[in-house]
Structure formats: structure tokens, C-alpha cells
């Protein structure tokens, strides 16, 4: 539903708020989460939400997540459901108790996305709203600046990101932090500053400190908006023309991909790096895209007649065509049981026993298939599939044919646009 801005002005300093929240979603949900930690924003959010929800007949759940990363992320957690027990808002506090090898405030971000994606479904509940607004939207795009970013880090957040099976909504980008703060003064509501927000040891807070010296010259977080609006633009427009030669170049087999060996000759250099970045990460997983370099040698390989491993892919090239599978070596001590997703990508499904294991044919595998060419595919994508096993013994493979009691399928399908990462 649109509605006329200059309208809504008139009917109040909330009006605008409101009505961003309550068209967060295309279609309105019944139900509504927000996750909440506390701060400004997501408080602000909180009560917009709740407004809005008794103007919908909507039900609004409320989740915070304690990293375990601070001792006062309890006490705010508490504070939030204090909030909530007063307003008759369900609230639950989620804990993560995980560790990282690398950069913790990634994998703490990670987490948090995971642990809410789970509790939304088992409140059944597919619709999250976060709080992110104007300004974090600003500190990405200058943060991303700063990495070389091209269109698509410069792009910012996505405002409609899925994840976990669960639809997120960022309905306050148009919105500051300044704005929002003033909101809860006028409803009288208090809010927490995470004091990590003034360490300097972390890029985005040296950002957000940079942000009142750009605005001297002009450049605001309005006027950054602006720009990251046009990229957002010229993404998708570049992302329509990867499909379209995805359409016409790349056949899907199992969990591998075909195409031409010269499909990338009349095509656009950004569309080539968009189309094999899609293939790579669809096979062979990873957060980040390869780097232009390791595309360039990719490339190379290729004019040459030379196989290449990149990613986690085994790119095989012969005659016309390029072949790209799993490579072995990715995977070989790869196993789960069999009742969970193997490598991202493949569900098994039959007769589960807690005896058996998925893990990949490999080259015991193969030997313990007579006929495996019958099925169709390459030794080397049968040798990285999935396969169910007794220890040493093989019982099924259902990508050979062997042992129709098993079926494989993937679990994430092929798209030509890879997925954006939750750019938080």
C-alpha cells in the first residue's frame, strides 16, 4: 500500500515510522519477530512493531541473542524482557557459547543469524525485522569503500535478505539514528549503549566516528543512501544479464555444471566473473567470492586446455566444453549421518540407520561399483558424490545408480545469481 508522504507528515512525527514497520512485508504476516538487542535502534523498532501490530491484528515475538561476549549483554537482555513482560510481548533470550578461530565479530554475527533463523521456525514464525538503518547503511558503504569493493560490496545491505528459511526486513534504512533516538525520547523509552560501539580497535566504530567530518564536505549518510541506492540498481541490472546468459550457456546435471568451452568470448568481462562466481560457490560453497586473480589463472587454464582446481571445484576441461564438479580432495573426509545435509548441498534419503554414515564415493567407492559409467556421469563427479556407508563397506550410491533404496537431492538449488551474504 503507498501512501502520500506528504500525507503521512501531516498526521504526526510517528506516522512515517510507523508505516515503514507496518509495510515491512508485501503481504502481511500473522506473525512478526524483532530481533532486539537492547540498543537504540532495535528498541525503536520494538515499539514501532508493536504499534503497528495493534493497528494489524499481527502477533509480535521478540528475540535477543547473548554472544557471551560481554558480561553486561545479560543485564540488557533482561532489560528487554522487562520491556516485553510489560507489554504482554512474547520475548525469549537465545545464548551463544561458540568460539572462533578468526574474526569473532564475523562468526558472532553468523551465529546470531543462525540461532534466530532456528527459533523463528519453531515459534513458526518466517518473518524477522532488524533494525538496521540510515547510518549503518552509510558505515558499510564507506567500510566497503575502503576494501576496494566493486558494485556489489558498494550496494550495502540487502533490504529483503533471506536466510535460514526465514524472510528478514531491514524497514528503517531510510531512517537515522538520530531519528530513531528522538522516538524514544518522546515515548519516553530507555535503550542501552554497547560500549564496544566506542572502541577504536573495530573498523566500523573508527567509520561511524569518520562519518560527522565527511558531512562538512557535503557527504552525509543521506547523501551515501543516494549512492547506494544507484548501485543497488546496478546490481540487479547486471545480475538480470547474468541470468540471461546463464540461460543460454549453463546446463545443470546432479550437483555439477556444463557449458561451452568459449561460452565467455562475446560476454562481458563483469558477467563472466559473475557467472563463474555463481558455478563456484554453488559447487563448491565458501562465503566470499574468489578473487580476481585466481579467476584470471581460471582463465588461463582454460585457453590453455588445462584442467584446474579452484574453490573446491575440479574444473575439467575437454574438447568444447568445461566440466565443473566437487573436487575429491575437498571433500574426503567429509561424513555426517545420514539423516543430515552433506556438504550444504545434498539430502540423502532411505532407510536411515545410526550405524551409517554419508561420505563421498572416493576411490574405495569406485571400485565397488561395476557400472558406474552407466549412470551417466563423469569418474570424477561420481567419485566427490555423496554415499552412504557401513565403515568400509558401500552401500549406496545414489548418483551411480547403485542401490535404488537411496535417492539424492539437492537441497540448494542451482541459481546463476550467487547469493548475497547477510551484510551485516
Known sequence: MFLDHEWLMQQGPDAMLLHA??????????????????????????????????????????????????????????????????????????????????????????????????????????????????????????????????????????????????????????????????????????????????NDKYLRVRTRKLLPQLDAIGLNAGQISSSVHAMKMARSALEYYTIKEAEEHVVVTGGDVTLPRNFNRVMPVEIQRRLWVAILQWIGGGQYAPRTSALFELDTAILDGRNHTLNGCAIIVKDDKIHVTRELNAVHDLTCPTDEIWDRRWRLDGPHDPALTIAPVGELGIRQLDDWRAAGFSRASIISSPAIWDEKTLIAAPLAGFNDNWTAQIVAPWHPVAKHALNL
Request: net charge negative; with cysteine.
Open 21 to 198: 514497520v507496518g509495510t515491512a512485508f508485501a503481504r502481511r504476516p500473522d506473525t512478526v519477530a524483532v530481533a532486539v538487542s537492547g540498543g537504540g535502534d532495535s528498541m525503536a523498532l520494538l515499539d514501532l512493531a508493536i504499534r503497528a501490530a495493534a493497528q494489524q491484528n499481527q502477533t509480535v515475538l521478540a528475540v535477543t541473542v547473548d554472544h557471551g561476549l560481554r558480561p553486561e549483554a545479560a543485564d540488557e537482555a533482561r532489560m528487554v524482557a522487562t520491556f516485553c513482560a510489560e507489554r504482554g510481548i512474547h520475548h525469549d533470550t537465545l545464548r551463544w557459547d561458540g568460539q572462533a578461530d578468526g574474526n569473532l565479530m564475523a562468526a558472532a554475527r553468523e551465529a546470531r543469524y543462525r540461532l534466530i533463523a532456528k527459533w523463528a521456525r519453531d515459534h513458526d514464525c518466517a518473518h524477522v525485522v532488524l533494525g538496521h538503518t540510515q547510518d549503518d547503511e552509510a558505515e558499510t558503504f564507506l567500510m566497503s569503500l575502503a576494501r576496494g569493493a566493486g558494485v556489489n560490496g558498494l550496494a550495502g545491505m540487502d533490504l529483503f535478505p533471506t536466510y535460514g528459511r526465514v524472510q528478514w526486513r531491514r524497514p528503517l534504512m531510510s531512517v537515522s539514528r538520530a531519528e530513531l533516538r528522538e522516538y524514544l525520547m518522546r515515548r519516553n523509552i530507555g535503550w542501552v549503549d554497547d560500549p564496544t560501539n566506542d
